[in-house]
């Protein structure tokens, strides 16, 4: 069935007139943008339409959608010029060829004029024409500034991110002898007397061997990173998004653009719509990570109990990092995903870089910024407010602890970055942020990546991009 939900389409309505007419600009009856709301049940619709934007022509569409067809009627808001108007509208969904090239999705329709206004009668009707607008990416709303993008974009930074996850979520379905291989090139998880994966051979995560201290400390050092570039820091989110208008009046400090360009995702954060990719499995989850009731039931219960103190004061640091690594941010990075892309030519590829040992250089373009990948995601503006939210849950995890046994924990810095010093609750003197030399060489990086991926056989699971599907 047709959904309207959570969508924004440029409509274009014109005269039904039949004459030759020199200029086309005469058939113009009038020109805007519909921005449909989520909604619980898909037959109901609500949203408005934005005539021009700047001089606050907007009205209120409610409405149903059935089988094929959608009816609305648009008010005219209060408050606005456009006070008063009352338009019907009706329109049917194009049906897609096959074989065709870049379709869009389409309604055709009619509208009529319900009720006069400034002199103009009511019943003249115009004929429609609405193109869906595809998903605004947050890169188009909250850029990172070039210098922090090119850096994070770049292959070193790519395969490092990649590496380090694949590493650790891998190391237990690695045959002895690419391990061996890994060792030899200092890439263990953790140190060689001490190696920390962070998920057993049949995928379930480790909770208490330290791998969850690797994962607050290496991204607390990728924050810092950045941060260190940024004129202002990038903050976390204070409180994971809940689900919001795709309006731009929610944001009322925001200067109004006579373009509109924000319609559809005003903060930057509204969530992208699912796609279907070849695994039946994965669509499911991903369509389910993305409904509104997710949130409301799984991700707001999240938000509270990791920074609920009672709860925190009972976790050493490790489980804190396992327990929010296996549940709300792998689901973050994927409801925040947005469908991938080929990053030259733009064009839709559901499975993304499919396979995971493919480093064509196309997958260092900037707009290669797919949550769903590490070697892409930490490119995304979202990563960083996400990788906040996650790294603000340290400090509130001390805070808990020292309010029950201040003693108990004691602050230090590793590698430049504020951390703890082992004792009962942190339990790994050296977290584990890259390789043992700390030697970033590219030519290295990629036979990991080589050794981690090809000769399947070896390994005994298959996925694209690990686990954040
Ligand atoms: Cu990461």
């Given at each position: 069935m047709?959904?309207?939900s959570?969508?924004?389409?440029v409509c274009?309505s014109?005269?039904?007139r039949?004459e ?5 600009n005469?058939?113009?009856f009038?020109e ?8 619980n049940?898909?037959?109901?619709i609500?949203?408005?339409?934005t005539l021009s934007?700047k001089n ?6 409610k ?5 094929s067809?959608?009816?609305?009627q648009?008010?005219?808001?209060k408050?606005t010029p456009?006070?008063?108007w009352?338009?019907?509208f009706?329109?049917y969904?194009?049906?897609?060829w096959s074989?065709g090239i ?14 006069p206004?400034?002199g103009?009668?009511?019943g003249?009707?115009a004929s429609?024409i609405a193109v869906?607008?595809?998903f605004?990416e947050?890169?188009e ?7 922090v993008l090119h850096?994070?974009?770049?292959r ?7 590496i380090?996850?694949?590493i650790?979520d891998?190391?237990?379905i690695?045959?002895?002898k690419?391990?061996k291989?890994?060792?030899?090139k ?5 140190e060689?007397?001490d190696e920390?994966p962070s998920?057993?051979s049949?995928?379930?995560?480790y909770?208490s061997?330290?791998?969850g ?5 290496m991204?607390?050092?990728?924050i ?5 570039m940024m004129d202002?820091?990038i903050?976390?989110?204070p409180?994971?998004p809940a689900?919001?208008?795709?309006d731009i009046?929610v944001?009322?400090?925001?200067p ?6 924000s319609?559809?995702?005003p903060?930057?954060?509204a969530v ?6 070849s695994n039946e499995?994965?669509?499911k989850?991903i369509?389910?990570?993305?409904a509104?009731g997710?949130y409301?039931?799984?991700m ?6 990791f920074k609920?103190?009672?709860y925190l004061?009972?976790?050493t ?12 941010h792998?689901d973050m990075?994927?409801r925040?995903?947005?469908?991938p892309?080929?990053p030259i030519?733009?064009?839709v590829?559901?499975?993304g870089?499919k396979n995971?040992d ?5 997958w260092?373009?900037?707009h290669y ?6 070697y892409s995601a930490h490119?995304?503006?979202i990563?960083w407010?996400?990788?906040g939210?996650i790294?603000?849950?340290i ?26 010093k082992?004792g009962?609750w942190v339990h790994i ?7 043992l ?5 590219e030519?290295?990086m990629?036979?990991?990546v080589?050794i981690?991926?090809r ?6 699971k ?5 686990h954040?599907?």
């Amino acid at each position: 069935m047709e959904n309207l939900s959570n969508s924004v389409w440029v409509c274009r309505s014109f005269y039904n007139r039949t004459e030759h007419l020199d200029d086309m600009n005469q058939l113009l009856f009038g020109e805007g943008k519909f921005v449909f709301e989520s909604s619980n049940a898909p037959e109901i619709i609500r949203g408005t339409m934005t005539l021009s934007p700047k001089n606050h022509y907007r009205l209120t569409l409610k409405g149903y959608l059935q089988g094929s067809h959608v009816r609305f009627q648009g008010k005219g808001m209060k408050g606005t010029p456009t006070s008063g108007w009352v338009y019907d509208f009706i329109g049917y969904f194009v049906p897609e060829w096959s074989g065709g090239i870049e379709q869009k999705s389409v309604l055709v329709g009619s509208l009529i004029r319900t009720a006069p206004h400034d002199g103009k009668s009511a019943g003249e009707t115009a004929s429609f024409i609405a193109v869906q607008r595809d998903f605004l990416e947050v890169r188009e709303v909250l850029p990172l500034p070039d210098k922090v993008l090119h850096m994070l974009a770049s292959r070193k930074h790519r395969l490092h991110h990649f590496i380090w996850h694949s590493i650790r979520d891998r190391w237990c379905i690695l045959s002895e002898k690419k391990r061996k291989q890994m060792r030899e090139k200092g890439w263990q998880p953790g140190e060689k007397s001490d190696e920390r994966p962070s998920i057993n051979s049949a995928g379930a995560p480790y909770i208490s061997n330290g791998s969850g201290e690797d994962f607050l400390f290496m991204h607390r050092r990728m924050i810092q990173e950045v941060n260190s570039m940024m004129d202002k820091p990038i903050w976390g989110w204070p409180e994971i998004p809940a689900p919001g208008s795709l309006d731009i009046d929610v944001i009322p400090a925001k200067p109004i653009s006579e373009e509109d360009l924000s319609l559809g995702n005003p903060d930057g954060f509204a969530v992208p719509p699912a796609w279907d990719s070849s695994n039946e499995l994965l669509n499911k989850r991903i369509k389910q990570l993305k409904a509104d009731g997710f949130y409301w039931s799984r991700m707001k219960w999240w938000d509270r109990e990791f920074k609920n103190s009672q709860y925190l004061s009972t976790l050493t640091l490790g489980e804190l990092g396992s327990l929010l690594e296996w549940t709300v941010h792998n689901d973050m990075h994927m409801r925040w995903s947005s469908v991938p892309r080929d990053p030259i030519s733009g064009e839709v590829l559901p499975d993304g870089r499919k396979n995971p040992d493919d480093l064509d250089f196309k997958w260092d373009e900037p707009h290669y910024d797919f949550l769903g990948d590490p070697y892409s995601a930490h490119v995304n503006p979202i990563f960083w407010r996400l990788h906040g939210w996650i790294d603000d849950r340290i400090e509130d995890w001390f805070q808990a602890h020292a309010a029950v046994h201040p003693e108990e924990i004691e602050r230090s810095e590793i590698k430049g970055v504020p951390w703890f010093k082992r004792g009962k609750w942190v339990h790994i003197d050296h977290p584990w942020s890259g390789p043992l030399h700390g030697c970033l060489d590219e030519k290295d990086m990629e036979m990991i990546v080589h050794i981690l991926f090809r000769d399947p056989c070896l390994c005994s699971k298959e996925n694209a991009f690990t686990h954040w599907y």
